[in-house]
């Protein structure tokens, strides 16, 4: 067929379809206006609590709305009952609300079956809409022309398809309808008791916007007898000890010990540092592997306990090292830790535990600090160091600390019983209060409970939560306790499961981080101590005993399922699945789950040897012919999953969860590719396989139209397929050196790039970049000069930028020199040799980098000028100078210069002198010079007295140190002369 024949017929095709799809779609024009006008006269109804009301129905509101909007011309038959649908479920989410902090008050069985009934009738609901979308959707067919005729021939389907959502939707309304009347009829829900009034959730988030650091909390007062104890126990050199730290949940075991970890007298004892945090049912082997990884120990690449110890071994031998497990461990797992360890006199093991526990073997020696409740004095100590705010006006802070002691100290101690987990809770409850009415209120209510004291204050906590907080709240269940989690992942998490809508302005993101600052500002969970060397790193954890309430309130509303034990749940109905059974991983993923929408798995990386291999390939070879099955040792506990097994659990899952939304596997083998079906699980928006061995991603993910997030860290995946890079949701990619290519699609909505690298060959250009224009985060490796002009083009329009990592051969000076776009940077680092330094020195770069907070360098070769020019950055708190990063022997700090930096380090080699001038460093408050010459001379002259106790705390520097006065070194000066 000719050119013009061919234009000829696809013009004709086209027309032909414009007046079908008139006629099928122009039914009611009206429709998409009356829907929209509709939602906005509802909406005020979402402002009317209740954990289930927001993690089941609100969401469901919000798909409702998409649908209709999204079809409303071509849902004539479905018009009418998807408003109703949607008008119910909203004013059952206002009830919902209402109901559920009241059945703390009154607890009914009727209740119960009401708020059951609800629940099963907005599931059938989600699964309706959700087939829906993934019968109708077009987006999976990567042409035009495909699409058209797939759209022409599948008319009749597609209509079919809205009628049954039309009768699904009837159905659910008719099933809402028989519930309400059952409710009014039988007088079930809010008859009885009337004089109840449950707690109302608060209506505002209450902590002002700020830094995650400034939320940060001190360590626990009133322990410094106990903190004596275990420093002086820790400093002790003559033998070799188990440190036990034992007490009830919740009374602060972590915080001590993890307070006395950080102090810079401890870490100058110990030659070697580690600390381990796991969850529950962890095993010694993956104990010792968290400790190894600590230790900076990454040469470890076999999972054999032998080869763990052997690592350890010559890691630790003959140096004093500390090391601190916390989490439960049973008794076998402990003795095989302590075996795995070398003996080493002054050494030290720290365990914390709930309960005494049994003497370690005779080679070391056992300390036991116990530690119990506060007395009135300390709970009122606690209390007030942790209600106050640091952004409130003082005088108001002198009103709550004079309240408490005049008229709140017995309230609150009665409340709490001393029990530190609890009076920080309460602190945290009532800091978002209005003093003194509303603390009243508090405290009325509390004394109207009958349950255990701690229970009562956690209940109050949740249901005080304003109502958009508490699904992201409940998320905590999902995940294992005892864990450090990312809040960047946490956040996206949140985001793909629908909890998080633009608002006021901000995006889904920031959105998230402000909800997580509110509930570290309450102190339901903790932010831990960052390294400012670890930027977009930040981590929480949530205590274990607010963790199990959380699991309770999930198992009320089936929020998610957990298999962290030889039972597995019943899985055909789970919305969540949550694996944390580590002995057997792939279990659950035997059961069909069609209603799943997210699931998720924590686990380490499952390491093999080649020997390892060798013998899987004869395993392998023995049993082709079977069927598939775990594979189990003669105790029950999973070995190891065949590559092959664990490919058909996943394609399994991918073919039966067709309405998953979130997939996060960590630790779990699912083979060298992804299975070629992850293309068709069109409603995924997350979608995480880390710390396996996977190597391929199918070009079938270009089909995930809807996915924001990808991570595949800690895996072997260099390259993603092209389709891919042209998904235009997309908002997070995280990996390790990327290839990135030189033409990508239009990612207008992508904020992180973590990391990637040009591609070889092709490199890029500058387009590449260019249009991701809301870019935050960006992470670059392997940047060579071939690339640099792109890079640089890039920058002038990356106007949003707040983290840049760059390592390479080559760093161009644009970084520090680009005017206007970098105006919002505030972490940088850089590895590689940066080119055209004088044009930075001639530039005025407080301007170019106002809010430049942290700076790394390695490997640049500045210049003295150069870091003069650093000095007038005016909000620069953290400097790392490692190795190669600075050209000259001598370094000087100049009086009046970094005056906010509160943190230096140092590591080179090369330097002989270190001059300090008075009046410099004014704020500092942390200074490390690592890897240092001999040679070294650290000359401060004039008066600096913050600089010399830094110093003086490091016993080896301290003798480096001279001194000298103005006059000394002027009447030097003159000498010379």
Same mark, same amino acid.
């Not at 008050?105 to 009934?117: G, I, K, T």
């Not at 962290?564 to 949550?578: E, F, K, T, V, Y």
């Given at each position: 067929?000719?050119?013009?024949?061919?234009?000829?017929?696809?013009?004709?095709?086209?027309?032909?379809?414009?007046?079908?799809?008139?006629?099928?779609?122009?039914?009611?024009?009206?429709?998409?206006?009356?829907?929209?006008?509709?939602?906005?006269?509802?909406?005020?109804?979402?402002?009317?609590?209740?954990?289930?009301?927001?993690?089941?129905?609100?969401?469901?509101?919000?798909?409702?709305? &998409?649908?209709?909007?999204?079809?409303?011309?071509?849902?004539?038959?479905?018009?009418?009952?998807?408003?109703?649908?949607?008008?119910?479920?909203?004013?059952?989410?206002?009830?919902?609300?209402?109901?559920?902090?009241?059945?703390?008050?009154?607890?009914?069985?009727?209740?119960?079956?009401?708020?059951?009934?609800?629940?099963?009738?907005?599931?059938?609901?989600?699964?309706? =809409?959700?087939?829906?979308?993934?019968?109708?959707? #077009?987006?999976?067919?990567?042409?035009?022309?495909?699409?058209?005729?797939?759209?022409?021939?599948?008319?009749?389907?597609?209509?079919?398809?809205?009628?049954?959502?039309?009768?699904?939707?009837?159905?659910?309304?008719?099933?809402?309808?028989?519930?309400?009347?059952?409710?009014?009829?039988?007088?079930?829900?809010?008859?009885?008791?009337?004089?109840?009034?449950?707690?109302?959730?608060?209506?505002?988030?209450?902590?002002?916007?700020?830094?995650?650091?400034? #939320?940060?909390?001190?360590?626990?007062?009133?322990?410094?007898?106990?903190?004596?104890?275990?420093?002086?126990?820790?400093?002790?050199?003559?033998?070799?000890?188990?440190?036990? =730290?034992?007490?009830?949940?919740? %009374?602060?075991?972590?915080?001590?010990?993890?307070?006395?970890?950080?102090?810079?007298?401890?870490?100058?004892?110990?030659?070697?540092?580690?600390?381990?945090?796991?969850?529950?049912?962890?095993?010694?082997?993956?104990?010792?592997?968290?400790? #190894?990884?600590?230790?900076?120990?990454?040469?470890?690449?076999?999972?054999?306990?032998?080869?763990?110890?052997?690592?350890?071994?010559?890691?630790?031998?003959?140096?004093?090292?500390?090391?601190?497990?916390?989490?439960?461990?049973?008794?076998?797992?402990?003795?095989?830790?302590?075996?795995?360890?070398?003996?080493?006199?002054?050494?030290?093991?720290?365990?914390?535990?709930?309960?005494?526990?049994?003497?370690?073997?005779?080679?070391? &020696?056992?300390?036991?600090?116990?530690?119990?409740?506060?007395?009135?004095?300390?709970?009122?100590?606690?209390?007030?160091?942790?209600?106050?705010?640091?952004?409130?006006?003082?005088?108001?802070?002198?009103?709550?600390?004079?309240?408490?002691?005049?008229?709140?100290?017995?309230?609150?101690?009665?409340?709490?019983?001393?029990?530190?987990?609890?009076?920080?809770?309460?602190?945290?409850?009532?800091?978002?209060?209005?003093?003194?009415?509303?603390?009243?209120?508090?405290?009325?209510?509390?004394?109207?409970?009958?349950?255990?004291?701690?229970?009562?204050?956690?209940?109050?906590?949740?249901?005080?939560?304003?109502?958009?907080?508490?699904?992201?709240?409940?998320?905590?269940?999902?995940?294992?306790?005892?864990?450090?989690?990312?809040?960047?992942?946490?956040?996206?998490?949140?985001?793909?499961?629908?909890?998080?809508?633009?608002?006021?302005?901000?995006?889904?993101?920031?959105?998230?981080?402000?909800?997580?600052? &509110?509930?570290?500002?309450?102190? #339901?969970?903790?932010?831990?101590?960052?390294?400012?060397?670890?930027?977009?790193?930040?981590?929480?954890?949530?205590?274990?005993?607010?963790?199990?309430?959380?699991?309770?309130?999930?198992?009320?509303?089936?929020? %998610?399922?957990?298999?962290?034990?030889?039972?597995?749940?019943?899985?055909?109905?789970?919305?969540?699945?949550?694996?944390?059974?580590?002995?057997?991983?792939?279990?659950?993923?035997?059961?069909?789950?069609?209603?799943?929408?997210?699931?998720?798995?924590?686990?380490?990386?499952?390491?093999?040897?080649?020997?390892?291999?060798?013998?899987?390939?004869?395993?392998?070879?023995?049993?082709?012919?079977?069927?598939?099955?775990?594979?189990?040792?003669?105790?029950?506990?999973?070995?190891?999953?065949?590559?092959?097994?664990?490919?058909?659990?996943?394609?399994?899952?991918?073919?039966?969860?067709?309405?998953?939304?979130?997939?996060?596997?960590?630790?779990?083998?699912?083979?060298?590719?992804?299975?070629?079906?992850?293309?068709?699980?069109?409603?995924?928006?997350?979608?995480?396989?880390?710390?396996?061995?996977?190597?391929?991603?199918?070009?079938?993910?270009?089909?995930?139209?809807?996915?924001?997030?990808?991570?595949?860290?800690?895996?072997?995946?260099?390259?993603?397929?092209?389709?891919?890079?042209?998904?235009?949701?997309?908002?997070? %990619?995280?990996?390790?050196?990327?290839?990135?290519?030189?033409?990508?699609?239009?990612?207008?909505?992508?904020?992180?790039?973590?990391?990637?690298?040009?591609?070889?060959?092709?490199?890029?250009?500058?387009?590449?970049?260019?249009?991701?224009?809301?870019?935050?985060?960006?992470?670059?490796?392997?940047?060579?000069?071939?690339?640099?002009?792109?890079?640089?083009?890039?920058?002038?329009?990356?106007?949003?930028?707040?983290?840049?990592?760059?390592?390479?051969?080559?760093?161009?000076?644009?970084?520090?020199?680009?005017?206007?776009?970098?105006?919002?940077?505030?972490?940088?680092?850089?590895?590689?040799?940066?080119?055209?330094?004088?044009?930075?020195?001639?530039?005025?770069?407080?301007?170019?980098?106002?809010?430049?907070?942290?700076?790394?360098?390695?490997?640049?070769?500045?210049?003295?000028?150069?870091?003069?020019?650093?000095?007038?950055?005016?909000?620069?708190?953290?400097?790392?100078?490692?190795?190669?990063?600075?050209?000259? &022997?001598?370094?000087?700090?100049?009086?009046?210069?970094?005056?906010?930096?509160?943190?230096?380090?140092?590591?080179?080699?090369?330097?002989?002198?270190?001059?300090?001038?008075?009046?410099?460093?004014?704020?500092?408050?942390?200074?490390?010079?690592?890897?240092?010459?001999?040679?070294?001379?650290?000359?401060?002259?004039?008066?600096?007295?913050?600089?010399?106790?830094?110093?003086?705390?490091?016993?080896?520097?301290?003798?480096?140190?001279?001194?000298?006065?103005?006059?000394?070194?002027?009447?030097?000066?003159?000498?010379?002369?």
């Amino acid at each position: 067929m000719c050119h013009a024949c061919l234009i000829s017929f696809q013009m004709q095709i086209a027309n032909s379809i414009k007046g079908v799809v008139f006629i099928y779609l122009g039914w009611h024009r009206s429709l998409a206006i009356c829907i929209v006008g509709r939602w906005c006269e509802t909406e005020k109804l979402l402002q009317a609590g209740g954990s289930m009301a927001e993690a089941i129905i609100g969401p469901l509101v919000v798909k409702l709305q &998409e649908l209709a909007v999204s079809e409303a011309r071509a849902m004539v038959a479905v018009n009418d009952d998807i408003r109703s649908l949607r008008d119910k479920l909203m004013w059952m989410q206002a009830f919902l609300r209402d109901a559920d902090p009241r059945r703390r008050v009154v607890p009914d069985e009727a209740s119960r079956v009401w708020l059951h009934q609800t629940r099963d009738a907005a599931f059938d609901a989600e699964d309706a =809409v959700d087939q829906y979308f993934l019968l109708v959707d #077009l987006s999976r067919y990567p042409s035009w022309t495909r699409t058209i005729i797939r759209f022409i021939a599948g008319l009749t389907t597609q209509i079919r398809v809205r009628r049954n959502l039309s009768s699904k939707i009837n159905a659910i309304n008719s099933r809402l309808e028989n519930i309400i009347k059952n409710k009014e009829a039988y007088k079930q829900i809010g008859d009885t008791n009337k004089t109840v009034v449950p707690w109302r959730a608060s209506t505002a988030i209450s902590v002002a916007p700020t830094k995650l650091d400034n #939320l940060l909390q001190p360590p626990l007062v009133s322990r410094e007898d106990k903190r004596g104890q275990l420093i002086s126990a820790l400093l002790d050199s003559t033998h070799q000890k188990v440190i036990s =730290v034992i007490g009830p949940s919740g %009374v602060g075991k972590s915080t001590l010990v993890r307070d006395v970890y950080e102090t810079l007298e401890i870490k100058n004892h110990f030659v070697e540092q580690a600390l381990a945090t796991f969850p529950p049912y962890s095993s010694a082997s993956d104990i010792l592997k968290l400790i #190894l990884r600590d230790l900076k120990e990454e040469d470890f690449t076999l999972s054999k306990m032998e080869v763990t110890k052997e690592l350890l071994d010559k890691k630790l031998k003959g140096k004093q090292y500390l090391v601190v497990i916390d989490g439960e461990v049973s008794s076998t797992e402990w003795k095989n830790i302590l075996g795995a360890l070398p003996n080493v006199a002054g050494s030290k093991v720290v365990r914390m535990s709930k309960e005494n526990l049994e003497d370690p073997p005779t080679n070391y &020696e056992h300390v036991v600090i116990s530690l119990n409740r506060f007395d009135k004095i300390a709970t009122t100590e606690l209390f007030q160091q942790r209600v106050c705010k640091k952004e409130s006006n003082p005088e108001y802070n002198k009103d709550i600390e004079d309240g408490v002691r005049n008229k709140y100290q017995q309230d609150i101690f009665d409340t709490t019983q001393g029990l530190p987990l609890a009076i920080v809770l309460l602190s945290g409850l009532l800091r978002t209060k209005e003093f003194p009415v509303e603390w009243e209120a508090v405290f009325d209510h509390l004394k109207s409970k009958q349950s255990k004291r701690l229970d009562s204050i956690l209940s109050l906590c949740f249901d005080d939560l304003p109502y958009d907080i508490k699904s992201c709240f409940l998320y905590f269940a999902a995940l294992p306790t005892n864990m450090l989690i990312e809040a960047q992942d946490l956040v996206c998490m949140w985001m793909a499961e629908g909890f998080l809508r633009p608002k006021e302005g901000l995006t889904m993101e920031k959105v998230g981080y402000r909800y997580l600052k &509110e509930l570290i500002a309450r102190h #339901l969970i903790n932010l831990e101590p960052m390294d400012e060397n670890t930027p977009e790193e930040e981590l929480v954890t949530i205590q274990s005993k607010v963790h199990a309430f959380l699991q309770i309130e999930a198992q009320e509303v089936n929020f %998610v399922e957990i298999h962290n034990s030889d039972d597995i749940p019943p899985l055909s109905a789970a919305r969540r699945l949550s694996l944390q059974n580590r002995m057997e991983k792939y279990a659950a993923l035997a059961n069909p789950m069609p209603k799943l929408r997210s699931i998720l798995s924590n686990f380490e990386k499952e390491e093999t040897s080649k020997e390892d291999e060798v013998a899987d390939d004869e395993e392998e070879a023995k049993v082709q012919q079977s069927p598939t099955c775990l594979h189990c040792s003669p105790h029950g506990t999973t070995t190891k999953c065949k590559e092959g097994d664990a490919k058909s659990y996943l394609q399994q899952l991918l073919q039966t969860s067709k309405f998953l939304r979130v997939i996060n596997l960590q630790g779990l083998e699912v083979g060298d590719k992804l299975p070629d079906e992850i293309g068709n699980v069109v409603h995924l928006q997350y979608l995480a396989v880390t710390s396996c061995s996977l190597k391929e991603v199918p070009p079938s993910v270009g089909r995930l139209s809807s996915l924001q997030t990808l991570d595949v860290r800690d895996t072997e995946v260099k390259e993603l397929p092209v389709p891919f890079w042209e998904i235009r949701t997309l908002r997070h %990619v995280f990996g390790h050196r990327l290839i990135l290519p030189k033409r990508v699609g239009v990612l207008k909505n992508l904020q992180t790039l973590d990391t990637v690298k040009p591609d070889a060959k092709y490199g890029w250009d500058r387009n590449t970049l260019s249009k991701m224009i809301q870019l935050r985060s960006l992470f670059i490796w392997e940047l060579s000069k071939g690339h640099e002009k792109g890079l640089v083009a890039a920058l002038k329009k990356l106007k949003y930028l707040v983290t840049l990592t760059i390592h390479g051969d080559s760093i161009p000076s644009a970084v520090f020199t680009t005017k206007t776009s970098l105006q919002r940077l505030e972490v940088m680092e850089l590895d590689g040799m940066l080119i055209d330094m004088p044009r930075v020195v001639d530039m005025d770069i407080k301007s170019c980098l106002p809010n430049l907070l942290l700076l790394s360098l390695e490997n640049t070769m500045v210049s003295q000028d150069f870091i003069n020019k650093l000095a007038e950055l005016p909000f620069l708190a953290s400097l790392t100078l490692d190795g190669g990063s600075y050209k000259d &022997e001598q370094l000087v700090l100049s009086a009046g210069g970094f005056h906010s930096l509160r943190r230096l380090t140092v590591d080179l080699e090369e330097l002989k002198k270190l001059e300090i001038h008075e009046s410099a460093l004014p704020k500092l408050a942390d200074l490390d010079i690592l890897i240092h010459s001999n040679d070294l001379k650290i000359v401060i002259l004039g008066k600096n007295d913050v600089v010399e106790k830094l110093l003086h705390e490091d016993k080896i520097l301290s003798k480096k140190i001279q001194r000298t006065t103005r006059s000394e070194r002027t009447a030097r000066r003159i000498g010379v002369e």
